[in-house]
């Protein structure tokens, strides 16, 4: 059964001098159980410090709807920009995650990202890659699903394993990092448990047969 969040109630008076902004707020904001509460708080705090007609929550630290970068393409160039005010300057690897989407479409312009690692659903897709790849050249580390997450079935190492070499086919291995593909919440805690259990065998077996760490 899927976590749910717990709904906090604030009642804030909110006077900001400096932009003159005046406002009594009542707020109720969701937290995820994967979030603290320390993390909401600050959440909030930052609400107000940006307060401004129209601004809204999202729903949380882990949000499936932000950014909708493969269905709404016309965003594009604002998540691009977004993107560069979170990691300009930090010395970190960033990993962005995109689900299911017109990716055929935009991938070109989602090389702009600044990030070092593309993560893309794509495991149950009829994408072609290899296609995309051809026309323009993949630039990052690719994050690859290798489950699909939609479905009951519990794919079997082998089947998994093929997923990883058809990856293998497209960028070195260096460039590759295994993953489920989208989150498992759909699926029960059992059907999670066994796909992520035949994947870790589907990387074990690949890495043993090819002398990969
Ligand atoms: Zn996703």
Redo the contacts with the bound molecule.
């Keep these: 059964m899927a976590l749910t969040a717990t709904i906090y109630n604030f009642s804030i008076g909110l006077s900001d001098v400096d932009r003159a902004v005046y406002e009594s707020l009542a707020l109720k904001v969701a937290r995820h159980p994967s979030e603290t509460e320390e993390h909401l708080l600050t959440r909030v705090l930052a609400y107000c410090l940006e307060f401004a007609e129209g601004i809204g929550f999202s729903r949380g630290i882990s949000d ?1 709807d932000e950014p909708a970068l493969s269905v709404r393409p016309e965003e594009l160039p604002f998540a691009i920009e977004a993107m560069h005010l979170v990691t300009d300057g930090l010395p970190a690897y960033f990993i962005i ?1 995109a ?1 299911y989407g017109a990716f055929d479409a935009i991938y070109s312009q989602m090389l702009k990202l600044p990030v070092d690692n593309l993560d893309l ?1 794509i495991s149950h897709s009829t994408l072609n890659l290899m296609e995309m790849f051809r026309r323009d050249p993949f630039t990052k580390d690719l994050s690859l699903g290798v489950l699909d997450v939609h479905s009951h079935e519990v794919e079997a190492p082998e089947t998994v394993r093929a997923r990883i070499e058809k990856g293998l086919q497209l960028l070195p291995k260096e460039s590759i990092w295994i993953d489920p593909d ?2 498992l919440k759909t699926r029960t805690v059992e059907e999670a448990r066994a796909k992520l259990v035949n994947m870790f065998a589907a990387v074990k077996a690949l890495r043993a047969d090819s002398g990969v760490n």
Aim: with cysteine; aromatic share 0%.
């Design positions: 499936p995650h689900c659903a989208c989150g």
